[in-house]
Every structure is written in C-alpha cells, then in structure tokens.
C-alpha cells in the first residue's frame, strides 16, 4: 500500500495485500530494503504503535480472518461461519479464535448452491487487508454483501460490534487512494449489480458508477467524505473484481479494474455500446480516481471473446518501489494455467518492464507436471495468488495455488521476488503429501471430490518476525464422511514456509 514507506533511505513499498506486520523491521542504508510501516497517520494504539493493518485485537500482532459456508448434507441449510484467529509471538492458535457470526446478518443461499454435501466453501466475503478505518488503534473488518456492507469494529477483545455502511453495492478493495494516510473503501460495480449484461432498460447509467468512501470512518461507519469515478465504462462493463495497490509509486493506491462480460453480447452491437475495455487501470489522486487507460497487456478489448482474467493481487516483487501486478492466466470459465506479473512503474501496471510469466514448466518451479486423469490443464495452477515476504529479505515473494492439481488434492506453490522480479528459482511446493505435514491426504479422485489444497490463501505474519506465514485453506479436506475442509499455518523460516510445526484447524472450529 502506498503509504508504508520505509523511513530511512529503503524505498519499498507494502501493497495492500501484503500485511502489516511483514513490513515490520529496520530500514539501514546500504543494506538490502527492509519493509517498514510509517504508512497510515499515527492513531492511539494501546502499545503506541503507528498502524493497525490487520491486527483486530491491537495487540501488535496481524490476525487472520475465516469466512465461508459448509454444507452439512443432503437438503441442509449451509451453515455461515466468519471468524478472526489472532496472532501471537508464537503464530495462531486456533482455539483463541472469535467468531462474529452474530455481528452480521447472513445472506443463505448465495454461496450454498452447488456445494457438495459436508463442505465448506470459502467465499471470501471479508476484505483484505484488514484495515483500521475508523482510526481507533484496532483493524476492522469490512463484510460484503450483494446490497449490504458491514463495518465489524475491532476493540481489544477482537470483532465488537458492526454497523452498516453507506454502500448499495458489493466492496472490493480497502486502500489509501488519496494518499491522506487514512484507508478508504472502493466499490467497483460488481457484476451483480448487472450493468450492460442484463439491464437492457436502464437509462441512468452513472448510477452504476464506482463509488469511493474516503477515510477516517466515524464508529458509526460515517465516511469522511465520498466519490465516484466510471469503473464500468459508462455502466456497459460489471466488474468482476478490482486489484488495489500503488503501481507508479506516488504514494497514493491505485485501482485495476477487471471487466466481467462477453464480447459476444449483443447488447453491445444492438444498444450502440463504445468501444469498451476488459481490464482498466485507475490511478488514485488527490482528488479522486482517475481513468489512466487499459491495462494493455491484459486487455481484450472489444473483440478478444470473453474476458479470460478474474482478479489478481498486487505487491512490490521487484524491490523498486512500485507494486506489480500479479495477474492468474485464466478467469471466470477457465482454470489458470500459470501467471503473469506486471511490473510498476510511471504509467502504472506494465510500464516498469517486460513482464514475467510462470507456469509449471518455468525453471526451478517443483511439482507435477505429469497429466493426471483430469488432465494438467486442470491444475489451476496459478490460482488464488497471494502477496507477502515469506523470507523476510524486503521483496514480496507470490503464494499461487494449483487447486486441481493431482486429481483435486492441490497444491501451493511459493514464488520468490528479487531485484529482476518474479521467478520459478528457489520455488518451494507444499500439499497434504508434504513431509511433515499435519493430517494425512484424505481426498482425490472421484464423484465427492478432492481436498483442494490452496483453495484459499494467504501470507500474513502472525509471529511478527518480518516473515509471513502461509495460510492455506482446502474447502474439500475431508475427516470420515464429512468435510469440514480445513486450514494450516506453515510458519515462515529464512528458508521461506516451513511445514515443521505446521497448525491445522478445521475453518468452522475457529472461535467456535
Ligand atoms: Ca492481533
Ligand atoms: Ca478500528
Ligand atoms: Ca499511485
Ligand atoms: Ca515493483
């Protein structure tokens, strides 16, 4: 995120993706750049401590936060469940949690259909990072709903109370888009709010603009101000999904914004739709979000068929100041097939160098590249990619998964970042067949599914040591007949994620 700049003469940057506590640590001049937060104006944290990403308790330690849905059996209500597990000198522990189901209504049904029976779902309704945005020492959550946001307060006993937001749309990113110091929320236009694709009828096409609700946040979810800026193109283009982080490096977030349509629609042709866009860049200013063009690498304009990227995540995987755009080479209708990093630089994502791409062949990348029953191209591998320093020498290092990889078990790989970027060198894999890994493999193939390992993920440092762990969920990890899917924390050595002392719990146990 733009504002955690180091103090001293390293000029790395954390993104919104990568958690605070991995930019903890000492800027020296003329040693390798370490990542320190300076970043969102100094707030009364208990221990006097300058920011509070992701640390919900404010104990000085990042948290972790569980959302998601299981369905029990056959013609059985899928069960919520939203929890934070804090972190502590000693990593998670898993029966510390809180949940905060209770806080926020539940929206049944939405993510329930088309689960197999005794599964949980991962539906990542809570933003990362977790962010404190009514400026009162202790991260918050922000919860997604189709019409409905929540603002879950953190206090010291962890998620407190919710009030609701001034926001009829589905949130997407959480970021310092004025460059004011204080975190601010981004609702793109998400593809449920229909757009083009199924509003053949509206006429008052600003009202599917972008919405922004700037920070300081009052405790009854007031935003210090708001704005809009033209996510959807004129409200031809819902949005899939937006990655937030500062790609020219002004200090200020910045938005990329992923169309979600068909160029096949006949809409376009028949309603006079412009010339559209499928992935757009907009830079945050002082004064607002501005549109700063297509994503030219990405993009497949008006005439490319269907959008083939879902989202990404961003971190600064070169060192240079500028966060890169992560991006998985597949999308909505197609699994992932590898990834491509886009670097940042003056004129935002891609303008900062040739861009990289890795898949499963690339040099030093491990793991099985052998066709199983459901093919290689079944893999995914590049799915779900996450942002943060796995070792802690000031490059953000990429966790991807490759969900379907082994008929449906998964598998995580960890990529390391370096002064020429992104690489397969020094790649580590994890899955359940990984020596020392807590609980034995339990799926595979057949009708009921595989475990997929690395269905969820996340690099978050809940020792506070300046290395993120990984966190790795499986929505399908199965124990007896049912599958309460699972998570494992895999703390981070100098060598990167360990599965040495690694912690496993399943998602629902996490504060009960
Ligand atoms: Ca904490
Ligand atoms: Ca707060
Ligand atoms: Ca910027
Ligand atoms: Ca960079």
């Known amino acids: 995120?733009?504002?955690?700049?180091?103090?001293?003469?390293?000029?790395?940057?954390?993104?919104?993706?990568?958690l605070l506590a991995a930019c903890a640590g000492t800027g020296t001049s003329g040693e390798p750049p370490v990542l320190?937060?300076?970043?969102?104006?100094?707030?009364?944290?208990?221990?006097?401590?300058?920011?509070?990403l992701n640390d919900v308790n404010g104990d000085g330690y990042a948290d972790f936060a569980v959302s998601g849905e299981w369905v029990r059996g056959v013609e059985e209500e899928p069960v919520g469940?939203?929890?934070?597990?804090?972190?502590?000198?000693?990593?998670?522990?898993p029966a510390e949690g809180t949940s905060f189901n209770d806080l926020v209504p539940d929206e049944p049904g939405e993510y329930g259909d088309g689960l197999l029976d005794g599964t949980f779902a991962f539906n990542g309704d809570v933003l990362e990072p977790m962010a404190d945005l009514d400026q009162d020492g202790y991260a918050d959550l922000v919860v997604i709903g189709d019409t409905e946001q929540y603002l879950v307060r953190g206090s010291e006993d962890g998620p407190a109370d919710a009030v609701a937001l001034a926001l009829d749309r589905p949130a997407d990113a959480v970021g310092d888009f004025n460059g004011d110091g204080f975190p601010d929320i981004i609702a793109a236009g998400r593809a449920a709010l229909g757009g083009a694709a199924d509003d053949s009828e509206r006429t008052d096409r600003e009202a599917l603009h972008s919405r922004v609700l700037y920070g300081p946040f009052s405790a009854s979810g007031e935003p210090a101000a708001t704005g809009r800026f033209d996510g959807t193109q004129g409200g031809w283009v819902p949005v899939g999904g937006a990655v937030a982080g500062d790609f020219d490096g002004d200090g200020r977030d910045d938005l990329v914004v992923f169309g979600f349509?068909?160029?096949?629609?006949?809409?376009?042709?028949?309603?006079?739709?412009?010339?559209v866009e499928s992935v757009v860049y907009f830079r945050g200013t002082d004064e607002g979000m501005v549109a700063a063009g297509a994503v030219q690498e990405l993009s497949v304009g008006y005439t490319g068929g269907p959008v083939e990227y879902e989202t990404g995540a961003a971190g600064d995987v070169d060192g240079d100041g500028d966060d890169d755009l992560i991006v998985p080479n597949g999308g909505v209708f197609s699994v992932s097939s590898g990834i491509t990093v886009l670097y940042g630089g003056p004129e935002g994502p891609g303008s900062g160098g040739e861009k990289t791409e890795i898949d499963q062949e690339s040099p030093g990348v491990p793991g099985d590249t052998e066709a199983d029953d459901m093919g290689e191209a079944a893999d995914g591998f590049g799915e779900n990619p996450a942002v943060g320093d796995v070792d802690g020498d000031g490059f953000a290092d990429v966790a991807v998964a490759a969900p379907g990889e082994d008929e449906g078990r998964?598998?995580?790989?960890?990529?390391?970042?370096?002064?020429?970027?992104?690489?397969?060198?020094?790649?580590?894999?994890?899955?359940?067949?990984?020596?020392?890994?807590p609980e034995e493999p339990s799926g595979g193939p057949g009708p009921e599914g595989g475990d997929r390992f690395g269905a969820d993920l996340s690099l978050v440092d809940l020792d506070g040591d300046g290395r993120t762990e990984l966190v790795v969920g499986a929505g399908g990890y199965r124990r007896g007949t049912e599958r309460p899917g699972g998570y494992w924390v895999f703390t981070a050595t100098e060598e990167g994620p360990s599965t040495r002392d690694a912690v496993f719990f399943a998602p629902q146990s996490l504060g009960g």
């Not at 995120?1 to 990568?18: D, E, L």
């Not at 629609?265 to 412009?274: L, V």
């Open 1 to 18: 995120m733009g504002r955690y700049r180091s103090a001293a003469s390293a000029t790395v940057f954390c993104t919104v993706t990568v």
């Open 81 to 93: 469940h939203k929890a934070v597990g804090y972190g502590s000198d000693s990593g998670l522990d």
């Open 261 to 275: 349509y068909w160029e096949e629609d006949a809409r376009f042709e028949e309603r006079g739709a412009p010339q």
């Open 410 to 437: 998964g598998s995580v790989t960890v990529l390391r970042g370096g002064p020429d970027g992104l690489s397969g060198a020094g790649a580590q894999r994890i899955g359940l067949d990984s020596p020392g890994v």
């Open 36 to 52: 320190e937060p300076s970043g969102y104006a100094p707030t009364a944290t208990p221990d006097g401590d300058a920011a509070a």
